[in-house]
T-cell receptor, first 110, second 114 residues
Framework: QKEVEQNSGPLSVPEGAIASLNCTYS??????FFWYRQYSGKSPELIMS????GDKEDGRFTAQLNKASQYVSLLIRDSQPSDSATYLC??????????FGTGTSLTVIP | ETGVTQTPRHLVMGMTNKKSLKCEQH?????MYWYKQSAKKPLELMFV???????ENNSVPSRFSPECPNSSHLFLHLHTLQPEDSALYLC?????????????FGDGTRLSIL
């Protein structure tokens, strides 16, 4: 079983819609969760971190964490073409090991 | 500009060559990392350095040899690589090794092994 799993997509949404990206993890004791955005040919860029159950909002981005179900999601409201990128979920496990998912490719259609 | 600079951006080498990848961070961070990113695979953590000391080596083959001469510079020395080593090699840094510290990535070196 993979430590972190994401649907590779591609996920396509129209401009202005809500994009929903999901991630599940296997280590139930994990405490720290991160979302990175990676444009094609560029490095991953941290956009959100979440440590507690519930929602965390930052501008158009909302991270949601449900430790009981072992999933973390990222919602992007009012999606823009500039949001088109690969979104990587990363989890810090109980052994202080940092694992990334394979990423979900998002395309926002103008 | 992420504050983490990697050179070269692209590298093509034969299996018998020896080359080095360089990473420099201008953020005053104490921890530095090497990752490998292959197509359709998750980012794989290769090495971790904290205050110039290697603290983690994730079962990486000996044909990859890291070096951290100071907290701002990190090298990855390559020799007798295999075709499956072709990938994007990313360097990252964080303030410290405290687990919640966000990592800042460089733009990577695209490595192709002939």
């Amino acid at each position: 079983q993979k430590e972190v799993e994401q649907n590779s997509g591609p996920l396509s949404v129209p401009e202005g819609a809500i994009a929903s990206l999901n991630c599940t993890y296997s280590d139930r004791g994990s405490q720290s969760f991160f979302w990175y955005r990676q444009y094609s040919g560029k490095s991953p860029e941290l956009i959100m971190s979440i440590y507690s159950n519930g929602d965390k909002e930052d501008g158009r981005f909302t991270a949601q964490l449900n430790k009981a179900s072992q999933y973390v999601s990222l919602l992007i409201r009012d999606s823009q073409p500039s949001d088109s990128a690969t979104y990587l979920c990363a989890v810090l496990t109980t052994g202080n090991q940092f694992y990334f998912g394979t990423g979900t490719s998002l395309t926002v259609i103008p | 500009e992420t504050g983490v600079t990697q050179t070269p951006r692209h590298l093509v080498m034969g299996m018998t060559n020896k080359k080095s990848l360089k990473c420099e961070q201008h953020l005053g961070h104490n921890a530095m990392y090497w990752y490998k990113q292959s197509a359709k695979k998750p980012l794989e953590l290769m090495f971790v350095y904290s205050l110039e000391e290697r603290v983690e080596n994730n079962s990486v083959p000996s044909r990859f040899s890291p070096e951290c001469p100071n907290s701002s510079h990190l090298f990855l020395h390559l020799h007798t690589l295999q075709p499956e080593d072709s990938a994007l090699y990313l360097c990252a840094s964080s303030q410290d090794l405290i687990p919640n510290q966000p990592q800042h990535f460089g733009d990577g070196t695209r490595l192709s092994i002939l």
